[in-house]
């Protein structure tokens, strides 16, 4: 068994409303950033796992997200990385 | 009959939910640890509301996992009586013992102000002794309490007649203003298909005596109290 970090990311899901997103989008546009579309507000999780290889702490932390990291009726994810550690 | 009022770490509603049954009803509660395996002969449980686990990762997420979920899941599927309140909705949701989950309010802020919702559904354990079409005034008091489930369900939710509750402005009338904190279809409560599941955002507990502004959550558990007897 080897470490690894696997990093995901959890974002509203798509077609919903997210009012903090929009919140942080309308204070970029005060800002000057005229060319920031939409923003959607998630959160970023580090996983840190012992897995056999790369493949395999992937499909843990797909399953994590699945059963408890995300809620499927209002949440998307994507593994953003994973890394030996 | 018996009351059985769960109490996991950042629950802050469990006192008043135990007041709403000795006080108001006159009979006996128990606090139930959330690490407990034994729900001490409770008839009725009720999910409080609070931050369980601080509200960590997803209101409701982590709690739905704590040791005395299991039994009130089976208690559930059993027929027994069980109420979600605020948090308690939550994380009645995330244990997947009601469909949907609750959002951000739209607006982004912290909502603590009485509403008026209408009773939609009298096919429950918890709403047997209102007519339809009641409007109750009861307080809120939740940052997340935005109603969401995706199209499918939503339709079912509709279908089967799911919608307990709704937000309502003082005429009666589901409109978006009173809808506020930007639920789908204005729904403040669901219930199971069973009917002895209910969750909403609204404090039946915090509205028992009208010295407190509202007496109108007593139908509530008046309900369910003829429900156990009957």
Redesign the interface.
């Known amino acids: 068994m080897k470490s690894f970090r696997v990093s995901v990311h959890i974002v ?1 899901r798509k077609g ?2 997210d ?2 997103g929009k ?1 942080v989008a309308d204070a970029l546009h005060t800002l000057g950033f005229h060319a920031v579309g939409d923003v959607h507000v998630g ?1 970023h999780l580090v996983i840190e796992t012992a897995a056999s290889d790369a493949a395999a702490a992937e499909g843990a932390v797909r399953e994590m997200c699945s059963r ?2 995300a ?1 499927p ?2 949440e998307d994810f994507e593994i953003a990385g994973v890394a030996a550690s | 009959m018996k009351f059985g009022i769960v109490s996991f770490p950042g629950s802050n509603c469990d006192d008043d939910a135990v007041y709403a049954a000795t006080e108001t009803l006159g009979l006996p509660a128990v606090k139930l640890w959330h690490k407990s395996h034994d729900l001490e002969g409770s008839d009725v449980i009720v999910l409080p509301g609070g931050f369980a686990y601080g509200d960590y990762l997803r209101a409701g997420a982590i709690a739905r996992f704590s040791p005395i979920m299991r039994e009130v899941a089976a208690h559930a599927q059993r027929g027994g009586p069980v109420i979600g309140i605020c948090n308690g909705f939550q994380i009645a949701c995330e244990a997947g013992l009601l469909p949907g989950a609750l959002m951000r309010n739209a607006g982004l802020q912290f909502l603590s102000m009485p509403v008026t919702i209408r009773v939609e559904n009298t096919s429950t354990r918890w709403t047997a002794l209102c007519t339809e079409g009641q409007r109750l005034t009861m307080p809120i008091a939740h940052g997340e309490g935005r109603y969401t489930v995706d199209a499918t369900t939503l339709e079912r939710v509709e279908g089967e007649g799911l919608v307990v509750f709704r937000y309502v402005d003082e005429r009666g009338e589901a409109t978006a203003a009173a809808n506020v904190n930007g639920s789908l279809d204005n729904i403040a409560g669901v219930r199971n298909a069973a009917g002895n599941v209910v969750g909403l955002m609204p404090h039946p507990e915090r509205a028992l005596d009208p010295l407190l502004g509202s007496a109108d959550g007593r139908v509530l558990f008046e309900s369910v109290l003829a429900a156990v007897h009957a």
Do not use: S, Y
């Open positions: 509203p919903l409303l009012p903090q919140a959160r408890l990291l809620n009726v209002t």
